[in-house]
């Protein structure tokens, strides 16, 4: 049996990746360009619907300028917040 997608990393994950990609101007097409990526996955992924590989994690972390370790750092941050709200 399948384990379900941990809501709130994918929350996270979509929350980091949309505030970055705000910052540096850039549509979900233009996102999904720069990381060799489908405009439909990237829009599912900031809508914490699927969950990313480790393959299209380094993508994304690359075509938003930012080194994976940070980008995964803010993520797992982001998500630690996320499971604390749930909790109150």
């Known amino acids: 049996m399948r384990k379900p997608p941990d809501e709130p990393l994918l929350k996270a994950l979509a929350a980091v990746m949309k505030e970055r990609r705000n ?19 990237v829009g599912k992924l900031e809508l914490a619907q699927t969950q990313p590989s480790l393959t299209v994690l380094f993508a994304l972390a690359r075509a938003l300028e930012v080194d994976v370790e940070k980008f995964v750092a803010k993520v797992a941050s982001r998500a630690a917040k996320e499971r604390r709200s749930v909790k109150l």
Do not use: G
């Open 23 to 41: 910052q540096l101007s850039l549509s979900q097409e233009e996102l999904a360009h720069l990381a060799d990526l489908n405009r439909t996955f």
